[in-house]
């Protein structure tokens, strides 16, 4: 049997203490509540600190729960609702469309596909919830990066591979991209990431009217494009219509 990791425990004992409290409590607070030394009741409440999970009062001394783990808490909840809300949707995009539907959040540098709708057809296909995908070059990564802030700053921290010649890698030429995705209201990836792909992304948002994930309708490029290379239209503007309609049931209104 596993052992659990000690000071993981104490560390996840900290924030349940923390979370019931009515009031900031001291290091002696926490430290006689646990049963633990001083020092390591300092110790850890100093990294919590660090990695934003437990904020400190200047004044007081006094520690309380901090900002970055209410965000990670409204993440989990916002996904959630996020997929419940896109589920009807996401469904009627892919029938109507004929191809893959996906729907991606901000994760790590990356786009984590947190939901996806087979295209409807009998060809064999692999379930990608849970894959990563690049902020650069997909549809989905653009759109996050083009109207959320954190996905902007991340997609310009990170190498940018080029996965195929098509890839924009340069950081110039991504700003460009991504000025022209919030002009027109969405994104396009035509054999940026994967050849022979292509993909259109529209962004989802909250009742903040905050961009919460995008929803992106991929397939092969002659299906998805038309004969000028740019995405057919009609597409585009199924991609939008369904992430409008998400967008409402997340209280977002009329976009």
């Not at 923390?18 to 020092?39: H, P, T």
């Not at 919830?129 to 991340?154: C, F, I, R």
């Not at 950081?171 to 994104?187: N, S």
């Amino acid at each position: 049997m596993a052992r659990n990791i000690q000071s993981l425990e104490r560390a996840a004992a900290m924030l349940r203490l923390l979370a019931g409290g009515e009031r900031r409590l001291g290091l002696s607070d926490v430290a006689s509540s646990l049963g633990l030394a001083k020092g390591t009741a300092h110790g850890i409440l100093r990294t919590l600190q660090a990695e934003g999970f437990v904020e400190q009062d200047p004044a007081s001394g006094r520690y309380q729960l901090g900002a970055e783990l209410l965000r990670l808490g409204n993440s989990y909840l916002d996904v959630h609702e996020l997929r419940a809300r896109a589920l009807v949707w996401t469904d009627d995009l892919a029938r109507a469309s004929g191809e893959s539907v996906y729907v991606g959040v901000l994760h790590q540098s990356g786009v984590l596909i947190m939901h996806h709708v087979f295209r409807p057809d009998d060809s064999r296909q692999v379930l990608e919830v849970g894959a990563m995908q690049p902020l650069h070059s997909t549809a989905l990564g653009k759109v996050l990066s083009a109207y959320d802030p954190v996905a902007h700053t991340q997609a310009l921290e990170v190498e940018r591979d080029a996965f195929t010649p098509r890839t924009v890698t340069d950081p110039l030429g991504f700003e460009e991209i991504l000025g022209l995705t919030r002009a027109r209201g969405w994104a396009a990836d035509v054999e940026e990431t994967w050849e022979g792909i292509a993909s259109v992304a529209a962004p989802i948002h909250d009742r903040r009217r905050m961009p919460v994930g995008a929803v992106a309708v991929a397939g092969a490029v002659e299906r998805v494009c038309g004969e000028g290379g740019e995405p057919r239209a009609a597409l585009v503007a199924s991609v939008r219509d369904c992430a409008r309609s998400v967008s409402r049931d997340l209280g977002a209104g009329r976009f």
